[in-house]
């Protein structure tokens, strides 16, 4: 039985939680903090923090806020936004962080990557693949919250991030994000033939069907935020988590 990561992804926007739907229509969900208590409580395996703000408007990460945030959490945290210098990363790192998720910075600076991982390690260096359907045919890779078309496609990009240095590939799909649709399989599948790191993926899940599924078209842990954020059907707001014992008998026992 292997033990398979369930991350909650927490978007922080004007210092506060947030939870989109397909990367727009914020809904408010609380105060950072209280909602790292709540998951502390629920043994969850790590959490990963994006600040959705930070890089749209050219912005340092808030290192006293993001360790704030981190210093009561129990579990690794994973941070992105705004990142672009190696004394940025050696903030966050300092105050607590085990991760960053680099997204704009890794397709204008891929060197920063690089460099990243030979001084901390590629385990410690993620990189966010935002993707979504083209108007016309096919998908590509988006920056800026899915308004910059990157012109990769999706395996190319996740590939060369790969060889750049990244440890870990984020993936997500914007056209599902917040619709409780389920995950992108055939994209999971198709970017996780392509390299040999983990890859997360994130992006629709409803339940943990949808995270055995991903599992068996390839990704190595699954992400979700409304699904740990808001009690169906009517998206009240309500901190969840699967218990350790449907964790084990859903989603580790998986071959």
């Keep these: ?50 600040d959705i703000d ?4 050219n912005r340092d990460p808030d290192i006293k806020k993001i360790a704030e945030i981190a210093s009561e959490a129990f579990m690794p945290m994973a941070y992105g936004g ?25 397709v204008q600076n891929p060197a920063l990557i690089t460099e990243a991982a030979r001084l901390f390690g590629s385990q410690s260096v993620m990189v966010s693949i935002d993707v979504k359907k083209h108007f016309f045919k096919g998908a590509g890779v988006y ?16 590939k060369k991030m790969e060889d750049t240095g990244a440890g870990e590939i984020l993936l997500n799909n914007i056209d599902r994000d917040g619709t409780y649709m389920g995950y992108d399989t055939g994209l999971i599948k198709l970017v996780a033939e ?41 998206n009240a707001v309500l901190i969840s988590y699967p218990t350790q014992r449907e964790l084990k008998d859903k989603l580790y026992a998986l071959r």
């Design 1 to 50: 039985m292997r033990r398979i990561r369930v991350i909650p992804a927490l978007l922080l926007h004007k210092g506060g939680l947030i939870k989109s739907v397909k990367f727009k229509d914020y809904k408010y969900i609380g105060d950072p903090i209280n909602a790292v208590k709540i998951f502390n409580e629920k043994e969850v395996d790590e959490i990963a923090l994006i």
């Design 54 to 57: 930070a890089s749209r408007e």
């Design 82 to 106: 705004g990142i672009t210098t190696i004394e940025q990363i050696k903030g966050l790192f300092y105050n607590g962080i085990e991760k960053v998720i680099l997204n704009k910075a890794a």
């Design 143 to 158: 920056t800026n919250n899915g308004k910059a078309n990157t012109g990769f496609a999706p395996a190319q990009f996740a």
């Design 194 to 234: 392509a390299v040999n790191i983990p890859v997360i993926a994130i992006g629709g899940a409803s339940g943990m069907e949808d995270f055995s599924l991903a599992i068996q078209h390839g990704a190595s842990a699954v992400a979700a935020g409304s699904m740990f954020v808001f009690q169906r059907p009517h």
